[in-house]
C-alpha cells in the first residue's frame, strides 16, 4: 500500500497538468465584442449569449485549454434593421448556422502576463485556425468564496474567409464594409 501511496505522489509531481482547474465561463462578468471598418468609421458590436470553459494552472501553461460556443443570433450592434441583416442569409444565416465555436490546440509563448492562445474558430461553418493574443489578468477568491481566473484575448480575422462576403460598392469609392474585424473577449470564469 505504501508503494502505491509513493508511486501516487510521483505521478501527480510530474504531471502537473492534472493539477489544473476547470473554470466556467460567468457571462454575466464576460463580453465578446467586435469592430469592424463601416464607411469612414467603425462600428462595434457584441454577441450577448455565450458559454465555456477553461482549464487552467498558473504553474504550468501547457495545460491551458478552452472551448466556448456563442449563439450567433445575439449579436447586437445596437440597431435593430442592422441586426437582423447580420443575423440573415447575407452574413451569419442563424436559421442554418446558428452557434460560433472556438477550440483551443495549444498556449505558447507565456511572458510574464502575455502568452499566444491557438485553436480553431468556426463561423458561418467555416473553420479556421486562428491566434489570439493572450493577456493574465489574475486568478482569485471573490466576496463569496468563489475562485475566479480572468483574461483578455484579442485577434484580428479576415471575414471572406469565413464565408462573409457581402458588401456594397460606395459611389465613392470603396466598399461599406471592412473585411477585418477585430475581436476582444474579455473572459472570467468561476472555479467548478
Given at each position: 500500500?505504501?508503494?502505491?501511496?509513493?508511486?501516487?505522489?510521483?505521478?501527480?509531481?510530474?504531471?502537473?497538468?492534472?493539477?489544473?482547474?476547470?473554470?466556467?465561463?460567468?457571462?454575466?462578468?464576460?463580453?465578446?465584442?467586435?469592430?469592424?471598418?463601416?464607411?469612414?468609421?467603425?462600428?462595434?458590436?457584441?454577441?450577448?449569449?455565450?458559454?465555456?470553459?477553461?482549464?487552467?494552472?498558473?504553474?504550468?501553461?501547457?495545460?491551458?485549454?478552452?472551448?466556448?460556443?456563442?449563439?450567433?443570433?445575439?449579436?447586437?450592434?445596437?440597431?435593430?434593421?442592422?441586426?437582423?441583416?447580420?443575423?440573415?442569409?447575407?452574413?451569419?444565416?442563424?436559421a442554418?448556422?446558428?452557434?460560433?465555436?472556438?477550440?483551443?490546440?495549444?498556449?505558447?509563448?507565456?511572458?510574464?502576463?502575455?502568452?499566444?492562445?491557438?485553436?480553431?474558430?468556426?463561423?458561418?461553418?467555416?473553420?479556421?485556425?486562428?491566434?489570439?493574443?493572450?493577456?493574465?489578468?489574475?486568478?482569485?477568491?471573490?466576496?463569496?468564496?468563489?475562485?475566479?481566473?480572468?483574461?483578455?484575448?484579442?485577434?484580428?480575422?479576415?471575414?471572406k474567409?469565413?464565408?462573409?462576403?457581402?458588401?456594397?460598392?460606395?459611389?465613392?469609392?470603396?466598399?461599406?464594409?471592412?473585411?477585418?474585424?477585430?475581436?476582444?473577449?474579455?473572459?472570467?470564469?468561476?472555479?467548478?
Amino acid at each position: 500500500m505504501k508503494r502505491i501511496l509513493i508511486a501516487a505522489a510521483l505521478l501527480a509531481a510530474v504531471l502537473p497538468s492534472a493539477q489544473a482547474a476547470t473554470y466556467k465561463i460567468d457571462a454575466s462578468h464576460s463580453s465578446v465584442l467586435f469592430k469592424v471598418r463601416h464607411l469612414i468609421g467603425k462600428v462595434s458590436g457584441r454577441f450577448d449569449k455565450f458559454e465555456g470553459s477553461f482549464n487552467y494552472d498558473p504553474k504550468d501553461a501547457k495545460s491551458w485549454k478552452t472551448s466556448a460556443t456563442i449563439d450567433a443570433s445575439s449579436i447586437n450592434t445596437n440597431m435593430d434593421k442592422r441586426d437582423a441583416h447580420l443575423r440573415g442569409a447575407d452574413f451569419f444565416d442563424v436559421a442554418k448556422l446558428p452557434t460560433l465555436s472556438f477550440v483551443s490546440t495549444k498556449v505558447s509563448g507565456l511572458n510574464g502576463d502575455k502568452a499566444k492562445l491557438a485553436g480553431n474558430l468556426t463561423i458561418h461553418g467555416v473553420t479556421k485556425p486562428v491566434v489570439l493574443d493572450l493577456e493574465i489578468l489574475g486568478a482569485g477568491k471573490d466576496p463569496w468564496g468563489n475562485q475566479r481566473a480572468s483574461f483578455t484575448a484579442t485577434t484580428k480575422i479576415d471575414r471572406k474567409e469565413y464565408g462573409l462576403t457581402w458588401n456594397e460598392t460606395l459611389e465613392t469609392g470603396g466598399v461599406l464594409v471592412g473585411e477585418e474585424v477585430e475581436i476582444t473577449l474579455e473572459i472570467e470564469g468561476i472555479q467548478q
